[in-house]
């Protein structure tokens, strides 16, 4: 099958105009201020909320 007409520039790039990414959204932790993503635990840190809060490992050389 071939089309019938070429697909327009307007029509090409209104079609795609969902496609876009969209940035991440980053929040600074309320104990340590490091960017972590909302309503996760922090990965610095652990911090939840003020009731919750998970063991982190870190790092020993």
């Excluded at 972590?36 to 840190?45: D, G, I, S, T, V």
């Amino acid at each position: 099958m071939v089309p019938k007409r070429k697909t327009s520039k307007a029509v090409k790039r209104a079609r795609r105009s969902h496609h876009a990414l969209t940035p991440v959204n980053l929040v600074s932790c309320p104990r340590c201020s490091k960017a972590k993503l909302p309503h996760r635990a922090c990965a610095n840190c652990g911090y939840v909320n003020s009731k919750v809060s998970i063991p982190v490992e870190t790092e020993e050389s």
